[in-house]
């Protein structure tokens, strides 16, 4: 059968049977919308407020303590603040596409917002792993130039270790830390951005 | 105590309301994500019909919002769930002269329609509501020379689906 004919059993296809009352047309004018860059502004400001708050437990319960006798806690501190500053901006950007998007608008216009929230989240996700990776490297050159530095941090305080074969131990110990945390921040964004955006990449294939 | 804006949205949206049931019939599996998808159109309309002016028809604007909401802004992504179909309830008619023939050749239209990505869907669903190029152009933003190409296209590709 060709298209023609199946736009002629389209057209004559019956009223749909499960009509919505006035009054429940009214009831759902007044739920609250439920669409997908709302979500991901909302999932932005939750994890901001977790990360906020991991942080500023750590910091109480003494994680940070040993950084401490560094002096190196000016460098996290400062560095925190700065990444405070971004993560704000970005969420500027997630509430400006939220509010950018409009079902009023043409459908490429709205196609071409919806690329920029895509694009937005990527770059948030590629600037949180970047941070973890430049961040750990900054400090580790720091903590090898502070003299016992490893010591120190390690609470090993032993002058029979070879201090060589320390440091050999503690570069791969935090090679693989900081890979342990970049799979797990990968799939942290994974399963929080990427199940929201599968439906938004659809459309680009 | 509805205002006269509530009352004329109710008024345009109830009698117009048969564009939302089809647009969520093919851009959603099953009863559930239907009434989510209805739920979040009837939202959208109702957010934006302060800012409707008249300047075209309320349907016309109305099949702009629709399935802009249906293309991008529907949250649950469109599972393929072969079970609890809700095809076999929806199109029993009740008159006399019920044709089967006609319900199954509906079926699979509608089926065939639901295989196509987001943007041919709007394409096609515009096309089978007999929509003027100059409509469909101005619906998704793109020159009518272009919606002819598009539209061609997409016929195509559910011609493919519908006669393998």
Known sequence: ?205 | MQTQLEKNFLNDFEKNQNIVHKICRIYTSNQDEHNDLFQEITIQIWKNYSKFRGESKFSTWMYRVSLNTAISLYRKSSRRIKTQDFSDVSFKIKSVDYDDTKDVQLKTLYNGIRELNDIDKALIFLYLEDKPYKEIAETLGITEVNARVKMNRTKEKLKKILNP
């Open chain 1, 1 to 205: 059968m060709d298209l023609a004919n199946y736009k002629k059993v389209w057209k004559n296809q019956p009223e749909e049977q499960n009509k919505i009352s006035a009054l429940e047309i009214y009831k759902m004018t007044q739920s609250k919308s439920n669409s997908t860059v709302k979500w991901i502004f909302i999932i932005g400001l939750l994890e901001f407020v977790f990360w906020f708050a991991i942080n500023h437990l750590g910091t109480k319960n003494g994680a940070l303590d040993p950084y401490k006798k560094l002096n190196l806690i000016n460098f996290i501190e400062n560095f925190n603040y700065f990444h405070y500053v971004v993560v704000v901006l970005f969420l500027i950007l997630f509430y400006r596409n939220f509010s950018l998007i409009s079902t009023v608008d043409n459908t490429k216009k709205l196609m071409t917002n919806i690329l920029l929230v895509r694009k937005t989240v990527k770059w948030y996700v590629y600037y949180n792993l970047i941070n973890v990776v430049v961040f750990s490297i900054i400090l580790n050159i720091l903590i090898f130039n502070t003299p016992d530095g490893i010591n120190i941090l390690s609470g090993i305080d032993n002058e029979s270790f070879n201090q060589e074969h320390m440091k050999s131990v503690f570069i791969i110990v935090e090679i693989v830390l900081i890979a342990i945390m970049l799979l797990i921040l990968w799939l942290f964004y994974y399963l929080l951005y990427g199940i929201l955006l599968k439906k938004l990449n659809k459309n680009y294939k």
